[in-house]
């Protein structure tokens, strides 16, 4: 079965410094979303692309965080600069289309460290 | 807004022993309603869904019923096995009609569960 490929798998960081993510979502793919999952808690939705467009971003710390899905396929997130706080797994996801009932998938995750 | 309460871990059990993770949830309509499992080191997997009252979802032995009346989807298994040892997340997607361009998974926080042999 097709996967989401996220890179890198772990990444080690010091605060202020900047860090980037990558997604490529299986083909075909219209929606993508970048999910957070602090430890210990549910993964929350930090931002929503459909094709290249950004759908909802309203939970993504606008002064710190930014997202891209250039040509609608593969995404990059970035945190510049980076703060203690952010240190959590960041989960990929993506789904054919965003009806309702649609099954998402997800990758294996980025786990950020921020020391 | 919407929102999914899970049964707090973790859960120990024995192998062979019946499981019953508890969630209940906040929303308007009829939303949807899923079971997720992320085992270790892995990503998050769909494991059952349930989409319209009083459906039942079944996956690998699992089973949760969507109760309209209690707002509920507990996730049950007969007789577990070592290899369910993973974490479980219940989550909701709102109904299409309670408006809104999205349609955005709101996940609980999760149940971690161990079964021993």
């Known amino acids: 079965e097709a996967e989401v490929a996220q890179s890198p798998r772990y990444k080690i960081t010091e605060k202020s410094q900047a860090v980037a993510f990558w997604c490529d979502p299986i083909?075909?793919?219209?929606?993508l979303y970048w999910y957070r999952q602090i430890l210990g808690q549910g993964p929350e939705l930090l931002v929503q692309f459909q094709d290249e467009s950004v759908v909802d971003d309203s939970q993504l710390p606008k002064d710190r965080f930014s997202a891209e899905r250039l040509k609608g396929v593969d995404s990059t997130l970035k945190i510049q600069p980076a703060e203690l706080g952010d240190s959590a797994m960041y989960l990929c996801a993506s789904s054919y289309n965003r009806a309702t009932n649609e099954k998402l998938f997800f990758g294996s995750g980025t786990q950020l460290s921020v020391l | 807004g919407d929102s999914v309460t899970q049964m707090e871990g973790p859960v120990t059990l024995s192998e062979e022993a019946f499981l019953t993770i508890n969630c209940t949830y906040t929303?308007?309509?009829?939303?949807?309603l899923f079971w997720y499992v992320q085992y270790p080191g892995e990503g998050l997997q769909l494991l059952l869904k349930a989409t319209k009252a009083d459906d039942k979802g079944s996956n690998k032995g699992f089973e949760a019923t969507y109760r309209k009346e209690t707002t509920s989807f507990h996730l049950e298994k007969g007789s577990v096995q070592v290899s369910d040892s993973a974490v479980y997340f219940c989550a909701l997607r709102p109904e299409r009609s309670s408006g809104g361009s999205n349609y955005k998974l709101t996940f609980g926080k999760g149940t971690l569960l161990t079964v021993n042999p």
């Open positions: 929303a308007t309509g009829y939303p949807s």
């Open positions: 083909s075909g793919h219209a929606t």
